[in-house]
Antibody, heavy 117, light 111 residues
Framework: QVQLQESGPGLVKPSETLSLTCTVS??????????WGWIRQPPGKGLEWIGS???????YYNPSLKSRVTISVDTSKNQFSLKLTSVAATDTAVYYC?????????WGQGTLVTVSS | QSVLTQPPSLSAAPGQKVTISCSGS????????VSWYQQLPGTAPKLLIY???RRPSGIPDRFSGSKSDTSATLAITGLQTGDEADYYC????????????FGGGTKLTVL
């Protein structure tokens, strides 16, 4: 059974860069059947897709965040990562990583990232 | 404002049937599969329905999905108190370079 686990700082200052990593266990991130993605959920609000990546490095991003987002993959560590630059309070959210099949079938537990000085 | 429109809230009594709607357009629901997720308080979303009407292993047949034109529906029969949760529809949108889109979510209260 595949498992995903997000990790990274829980507090980021405004204007700085949010960095999170998702570690995949129980399966290979290089399985050609899957993409991998990031989704976020501001407190008390709905889900927002951030972007997705294939093990080859091919990416596609939410147009509303594209200018600030970079998703990368490290196949040697079975991980993929998210960087979001120039963060503001509106980026405060629970960030989830998930496997895309093409639906999001397995999710991490999520990690709360708060943007505050 | 979400690309997919869901009712913000619904309520029903235990044992009853409830349907949750998800309205979109030809660039998303109209030409793509729909998924549904259940999110219990404080937990990650859980896949309930994929490819519009298919259930993952372990999801009871009380949950079913359907689609007509540019709208999708999640039906839950024999409501239980444990079904009280937020429900989200999702698909991909060809106008967003095949990006994924979610509905705004529906909070289901089982009275």
């Amino acid at each position: 059974q595949v498992q995903l686990q997000e990790s990274g700082p829980g507090l980021v200052k405004p204007s700085e860069t949010l960095s999170l990593t998702c570690t995949v266990s129980g399966g290979s991130i290089t399985n050609s059947r899957y993409y991998w993605g990031w989704i976020r959920q501001p407190p008390g609000k709905g889900l927002e897709w951030i972007g997705s990546i294939y093990y080859s490095g091919s990416t596609y991003y939410n147009p509303s965040l594209k200018s600030r987002v970079t998703i990368s993959v490290d196949t040697s560590k079975n991980q993929f990562s998210l960087k979001l630059t120039s963060v503001a309070a509106t980026d405060t959210a629970v960030y989830y990583c998930a496997r895309l099949t093409p639906t999001f079938d397995y999710w991490g537990q999520g990690t709360l990232v708060t943007v505050s000085s | 404002q979400s690309v997919l429109t869901q009712p913000p809230s619904l309520s029903a009594a235990p044992g009853q049937k409830v349907t949750i709607s998800c309205s979109g357009s030809t660039s998303n629901i109209g030409n793509n599969y729909v998924s549904w997720y259940q999110q219990l308080p404080g937990t990650a979303p859980k896949l309930l329905i994929y490819e519009t009407d298919r259930r993952p292993s372990g999801i009871p047949d009380r949950f079913s999905g359907s689609k007509s034109d540019t709208s999708a529906t999640l039906a839950i029969t024999g409501l239980q108190t444990g079904d009280e949760a937020d429900y989200y529809c999702a698909t991909w949108d060809t106008s967003l370079s095949a990006g994924r889109v979610f509905g705004g979510g529906t909070k289901l209260t089982v009275l």
